[in-house]
């Protein structure tokens, strides 16, 4: 789920709300350039869980990876519809790099305490986004969403708890949401010019529909 667009989506809306569409489209662009950068997170995450590294140093690999991934994006500067189509390769790169899925659920040891804060931080990261968006730039302001909450809140928690194993879950359930996540944005960056705010609820719908082929593909690999 919180690979869906459930964060970084609100930024969107609210970006468009503060700034204007072409703002908000510039950032739907920066989101779609950053579906490669979350392939590399992927696999700087992995790479560290297999050197034996705990949280903190596996997230600074996985953001970091991000970020380098990013910032070439954003001065390579490809086609939209390019990078729509080769997105797809990075998607199932990524999920390959994060391992398989637990077929056995893991126990939650989180306390009220704890869900607390993680609401705190990723409701915070949601803030300071949405207000450093002018100094940042549209482009800027959609790489740098997309992934921090995600990998930098939830996968650094699981890991924490439940080893890296918990952390990887994370990862890939990250990776198959992208789907989703993909074509949330990419009727975003298409139709905003065209229809405004209602532009939302039909990449909701996008989404939607992409997560439940998505689903429904999953229980066909696991029957």
């Known amino acids: ?12 809306v609210f970006l468009f709300v503060e700034y204007g569409a072409d703002f908000s489209i510039q950032a739907a662009l920066g989101t779609l350039y950053a579906m490669p950068a979350i392939a590399a997170t992927a696999a700087g995450y992995r790479m560290a ?4 590294c705990g949280w903190v140093s596996s997230q600074a690999t996985a953001q970091g990876c991000y970020l380098a991934m990013a910032f070439f994006l954003a001065h390579f500067n490809p086609d939209p519809l390019l990078i729509f189509l080769l997105s797809m390769g990075p998607i199932i790169a990524g999920l390959g790099l994060a391992g398989s899925s637990s077929r056995s659920p893991l126990p939650a040891f989180s306390s009220n305490t704890v869900l607390v804060m993680r609401l705190a931080v990723t409701t915070a990261l949601v803030l300071v ?19 921090l909450i995600v990998a930098g ?13 918990g952390g990887l879950a994370v990862m890939r359930g990250m990776m198959q949401g992208q789907i ?3 074509a949330f944005y990419f009727v975003v960056w298409s139709l905003l010019p065209l229809l405004g705010f209602a532009t939302y609820l039909l990449a909701l719908a996008a989404a939607g529909l992409a997560g439940v082929v998505v689903s429904r593909w999953q229980q066909r690999l696991r029957s």
């Open 129 to 147: 986004i949405t207000v450093l968006a002018p100094m940042l730039g549209p482009m800027l302001s959609g790489l740098l969403g997309t992934v």
């Open 49 to 52: 869980v297999n050197f034996g």
């Open 1 to 12: 789920m919180a690979g869906l667009p459930v964060t970084i989506g609100p930024i969107s």
């Open 180 to 182: 989703a996540f993909l």
């Open 153 to 165: 809140v939830l996968a650094a928690a699981a890991h924490r708890e439940h080893g890296s194993a």
